[in-house]
């Protein structure tokens, strides 16, 4: 639900952002692989 | 990467939620046991076993969401991810400040617990109802609520929450809140939805709620944030000189702000948002809609 909100904000500042949720254990893996892959790109 | 949590409040509940980490994780099912403890409660049993019906009471509901996201947070620990910023919409503020170490775990369930107490016990008589208005600005649904509440002498309707553009809940008498819907949708309101909850929920009408939230406040001991939150009455991040209990007390009488929080996260640089929590969607939990 939030994650609706925040995407609509970021629309309307005309601004970009990563949004992730965690709810459960598959939304947990996929949040934790985002930030990951994302940590390793500012890294590398 | 700078990261920012979000935390959901009442109305994200659902039937079961969080039991897969529950069971895979052991901090989880620690924090379930603290907090169990702490407020004389079990949080499995309210969460995992009971009813949709009996989960969505106030008492239950907020305690229940509370529980979980703070579950997750203890997950977040463990993989060295931490917040610079958090912000949670109503409910979601007492998770926020609890992970900004405003209160300890313990004290932020007990107050979460009362508070859930308080707001659905101390509702006034009535017939209340609060609904979801999308596709309108907020200042169109707030001349609505006004023109219905001066066009009929006892009606009682206000816009609460700014969740974000284009989407306002309202809350009041059920007639008058009808009525609202009715004016937006012929406005051009592209959706009104309402809402599955018990009371005329951040309008002075919980006043009797607020004034006994402040005094269980006053037994509480309170710590300066440890990362910036921002607070749903204006969407300004606490400062040291803010009197938290005093905010805290009158928040369930204000409007939430949730979409200026969200705003000065962005502008603080928070480039990765992560909702912690249940995410049951706003049209998902909706009552009927017109």
């Not at chain 1, 893996?29 to 390793?40: A, D, I, M, T």
């Not at chain 2, 079961?16 to 499995?44: F, R, T």
């Not at chain 2, 579950?71 to 609890?98: D, F, M, N, P, R």
């Not at chain 2, 037994?219 to 969407?235: E, L, R, Y």
Request: net charge negative.
């Amino acid at each position: 639900m939030l994650s609706g909100f925040v995407k609509k904000v970021c629309k309307k500042k005309n601004m970009e952002a990563k949004i992730l949720n965690i709810e459960d254990e598959k939304t947990l893996k996929n949040s934790l692989e985002e930030l990951n892959k994302y940590n390793g790109r500012e890294e590398g | 990467m700078k990261i920012g949590f979000i935390f959901p409040g009442q109305g994200a509940q659902v039937q079961g939620m969080g039991k897969d980490l529950y069971d895979k994780y052991e901090q989880v099912k620690s924090v379930y046991k603290k907090i169990d403890n702490a407020v004389d409660l079990s949080l499995e049993d309210i969460t995992f076993c009971r009813s949709q019906e009996e989960l969505n009471e106030t008492k239950n509901t907020q305690i229940a969401i509370f529980t979980m996201s703070m579950g997750i947070l203890e997950i977040l620990k463990s993989e060295g991810i931490k917040a610079q910023a958090v912000a949670g919409l109503s409910l979601g503020e007492y998770t926020a400040l609890t992970y900004a170490d405003v209160f300890s775990l313990e004290e932020g369930a007990k107050l979460v617990k009362r508070r859930g107490e308080l707001m659905q016990n101390f509702v006034p008589d009535g017939d209340w109802a609060m609904s979801a208005i999308i596709g309108l600005e907020d200042e169109e649904v707030e001349d609505v609520c006004n023109k219905v509440c001066e066009e009929n002498e006892n009606a009682f309707v206000r816009a609460v929450n700014f969740n974000c553009p284009g989407q306002v809940a309202i809350s009041g008498e059920r007639q008058a809140v009808q009525k609202v819907m009715e004016i937006a949708k012929d406005a051009g309101a592209k959706r009104v939805v309402e809402l599955k909850t018990s009371g005329p929920f951040h309008t002075e009408k919980l006043k009797d709620a607020s004034e006994r939230l402040k005094d269980e406040l006053k037994n509480i001991s309170i710590n300066s944030p440890k990362v910036d939150v921002i607070k749903n009455i204006n969407g300004e991040k606490y400062m040291a000189e803010d009197n938290i209990k005093e905010i805290l007390s009158m928040h369930v009488i204000n409007p939430v702000k949730f979409s200026k929080c969200i705003e000065s996260m962005l502008d603080m640089g928070i480039d990765t948002f992560i909702e912690v929590g249940p995410r049951k969607s706003v049209i998902r939990f909706c009552k009927k809609s017109m």
